[in-house]
């Protein structure tokens, strides 16, 4: 029995198309599929052995640190670090970066991630998911953050592992947008969403409403202007890469706009904006901070947050006139 077009597979027959290409790429990315395997086995798992809880740890950024936050950091450090394809790393999880010096071979890429993002939802079972991006290192890289400091439009590849119903790996490397769903009785990624297109204009708005007293003028007018046009729906599960995915596949807008409450926006930059924008703008969608494409903002510290309107093309757009008028 055939089992299809496996991920590790199909980034060869990727890298055919390109003759100079070294492999160091593919083989990068197949440790990341390890790695995504581990932490599929450790969060499908979560809720039989004692792992759920914090560990009553804090992260850089003050919030409570669930021990599966640690695991998966952890997963993609060990998993990544001896292929000597990587100069260095960084985490949400981490508040530096983490160099690749001495201990394996040095490589030419850097990697950024959010290891388990949404993690607060785990013990109530809700998706969660790691999002990550790829970058050069360039000329005189010595994997401080101001290497990591690059915009969105030079990653090189992005994409996320969604734990959910199925474990989905989904990616780009600048030619398309194409999702794997794992099996786990054979341990492989399967093609399952290949040339991933979002939908033009959607139905679907998901933003948090419980922020609504804190948004500008901008988000509630527009978020009004939904509700009284009609024909659409809300969706949120307060998970990121669920939410996106979703959107995705079936159109709609994501929004975590700045607010008088977080006004540079809460999610971030480097770690969750840049790769879920490299994504969708690579699937006919768009990405805006409501005034500039996410892709195009230049990065000045490691940890930077943004505002984030992310979805079908037609959607974003209309949010971001809303969003400018509002400040007119
Ligand atoms: P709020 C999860 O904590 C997260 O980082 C994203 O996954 C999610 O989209 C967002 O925060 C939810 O934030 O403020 O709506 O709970």
Known sequence: MSIGM????????EQRRYPNSTGNFTALFSDLV??????????????????????????????????????????IIKTMEHGGHLAG?????????????????????????DPLDGSSNIDVNI?????????????????TDKDFLQ??????AAGYILYSSSTMFVYT???????????????????????????EKGRIYSINEGNTQHWLPGTSRYIEHLKTNGGITARYVGSLVADFHRNLLKGGVFLYP???????????????ANPLSFIVEQAGGASSTGDARVMEVPPSE???????????????????????????
């Not at 999880?93 to 991630?113: A, C, R, S």
């Not at 915009?151 to 090189?156: C, L, M, R, T, W």
């Not at 700045?258 to 480097?270: E, I, P, S």
Request: a neutral charge.
């Open 258 to 272: 700045a607010d008088r409450k977080a006004r540079a926006g809460k999610l971030r930059l480097l770690y969750e």
């Open 34 to 75: 390890v790695a995504a395997k581990i932490i599929s086995r450790e969060v499908n798992k979560a809720g039989l052995i004692d792992i759920l809880g914090a560990t009553g740890g804090k992260n850089t950024h003050g919030e409570e640190v669930q021990k599966l936050d640690v695991l998966a950091n952890a997963a």
């Open 151 to 156: 915009p969105g439009a030079s990653q090189v």
């Open 173 to 199: 490397t600048g030619h398309g947008v194409h999702g794997f769903t794992l099996d786990p009785s054979v341990g492989e990624f399967l093609l399952s969403h290949e040339d991933i297109k979002t939908p």
């Open 89 to 113: 790393m960084a985490s949400e999880e981490m508040e530096g970066v983490y160099k690749i010096d001495g201990k394996y071979p040095k490589g030419g890429y850097l990697l950024l991630f």
């Open 302 to 328: 490691l940890h930077q947050r943004t505002p984030l309107i992310i979805g079908s093309k037609a959607d974003v757009e209309e949010a971001c006139r809303w969003w400018r008028e509002g400040r007119a």
């Open 6 to 13: 496996t991920l590790t597979k199909f980034l060869l027959e």
């Open 127 to 143: 998706s969660v998911g790691t999002i990550f991006s790829m970058l050069k290192c360039k000329p005189g890289c010595d994997c």
